[in-house]
């Protein structure tokens, strides 16, 4: 069937400079031009952004930075889903804006940027394309594009996620150049054959980008830290799938890199944020693997770690239930973090707060009592001791003791002190 054709420019120009370009051919569909005749180009584009807003970005490692723009409105994408891509946030595509895409997506630590301009008088055409990296423009071929970006040729405005399909095929087909020209790097090239062999990972867990004249070389690598040993209440639910990105930029030829740790939300409720973890320095003459598996053996610490505690919180729980049953007030039954007492000494009543952090047993529980008569202009007047003993291999049970034993200890001063200082006297 005749349809109409297109060049698609594939080099970086502005819509204003004449450029060079490469033709790509192809033929829509009489029914599909039909069927889009009486649509605006921007309520399809809206639909197509929307499909992105709910499926992600995909093939992207690393994308809750990659932004979405529509003339001078820019989409972010947020809430990164480092398996098939990010959100977009609050789409609108209105009036001429509506015509043009600007897609900023990271890749191995840079940004490539798509440029689509589409055509409001001929919505069932693929868009215009160019590129932010001029290297990537001149080396993409009409062959290229018609056997690797399929979506091009058999263009559907009429389908969700056709913009989708196109941002995932130039995707592979960056990849694939990025890859090409690794050919010409020996050292960055042995780095990324080592990382795939020992991590024991695929192609898709790693983006590289070669130097260029605009920047150097780096890659971004996806580290296989395993949590399935962890108890998933500790993983934030509301968060997407847990991610741990190692990106390594490579100032020169001579090996030496500098390194940054990203940790998505859900790894980060677990271990902390990637700037409180202190990664370990990179000495000279190391290679990046050994580097690699240092990092591998700090988080995978702090992991185990974190299970520990959890289950050390959870017997030390347990015992004070065990023990206090009938005076518990209420307790945290999903992390074990805390547990509230009310107990009475010589008929006066009072409540305990035992608190314990992430890093218990190593580091002693927190134990503040509070008066359940008396106030000051701060509110119910409480006391935290400070004289604890504690030792994180005692049982849970050696614990408990030593703090009612502190208790005790100190309770009638408490009872003096909150009778002297306070300011009212609440009626219990």
Request: charged share 20%.
């Amino acid at each position: 069937m005749q349809g109409a054709q297109r060049t698609l420019k594939t080099c970086t120009p502005t819509r204003s400079s004449p450029t060079a370009s490469k033709d790509f051919r192809m033929q829509v569909p009489r029914e599909t031009r039909v069927g889009v005749k009486h649509t605006s180009a921007s309520t399809m584009l809206s639909r197509q952004v929307d499909y992105i807003k709910v499926n992600g970005v995909p093939s992207l490692l690393f994308c809750d930075m990659a932004e979405i723009s529509c003339g001078s409105e820019a989409l972010s994408v947020w809430n990164s889903k480092a398996d098939n891509g990010g959100e977009v946030a609050d789409t609108r595509v209105e009036g001429d804006a509506g015509n043009e895409l600007l897609i900023k997506l990271p890749y191995a630590g840079a940004d490539l940027t798509v440029h689509l301009l589409f055509y409001p008088h001929e919505p069932w055409m693929a868009p215009e394309m160019s590129f932010s990296d001029t290297l990537f423009s001149a080396s993409i071929t009409s062959k290229d594009l018609e056997e690797q970006v399929p979506s091009l040729s058999e263009w559907n405005i009429l389908a969700d996620d056709m913009l989708a399909q196109l941002v995932h095929q130039l995707l592979q087909l960056y990849r694939r150049y990025q890859l090409d020209r690794l050919e010409e790097d020996e050292i960055l090239l042995i780095q990324y054959q080592s990382l795939l062999k020992a991590l024991n990972i695929g192609e898709g867990d790693i983006e590289i980008s070669v130097s260029s004249p605009e920047q150097p070389s780096s890659l971004l690598v996806r580290l296989p830290l395993s949590l399935q040993d962890v108890p998933l209440v500790l993983v934030d639910a509301t968060s997407t799938t847990p991610t741990t990105l190692l990106q390594v930029d490579f100032p020169g030829r001579q090996g030496v890199f500098v390194p940054k740790l990203h940790l998505s939300r859900g790894v980060e409720s677990l271990i902390g944020s990637a700037s409180s973890l202190a990664l370990p320095a990179v000495p000279p003459g190391i290679c990046l693997m050994d580097y690699v598996e240092r990092i591998m053996e700090l988080l995978e610490d702090k992991v185990q770690k974190t299970i520990h505690s959890f289950e050390a919180r959870k017997q030390f729980i347990a015992e004070v239930l065990c023990q206090f049953a009938c005076a518990v007030v209420e307790y945290d039954a999903e992390r074990f973090n805390n547990i509230v007492l009310m107990l009475e000494v010589k008929d006066f009543h009072f409540l305990v707060f035992l608190t314990l952090g992430p890093t218990f047993p190593q580091k002693v529980p927190q134990v503040v009592l509070q008066s359940l008569y008396h106030n000051n202009a701060q509110g119910p007047i409480s006391k935290e001791l400070t004289d604890l003993k504690h030792s994180p291999p005692w049982k849970p049970e050696t614990m408990v003791k030593q703090i009612m034993e502190v208790i005790l200890a100190n309770i009638s001063s408490f009872q003096m002190t909150s009778t002297r200082n306070s300011t009212s006297r609440r009626l219990v």
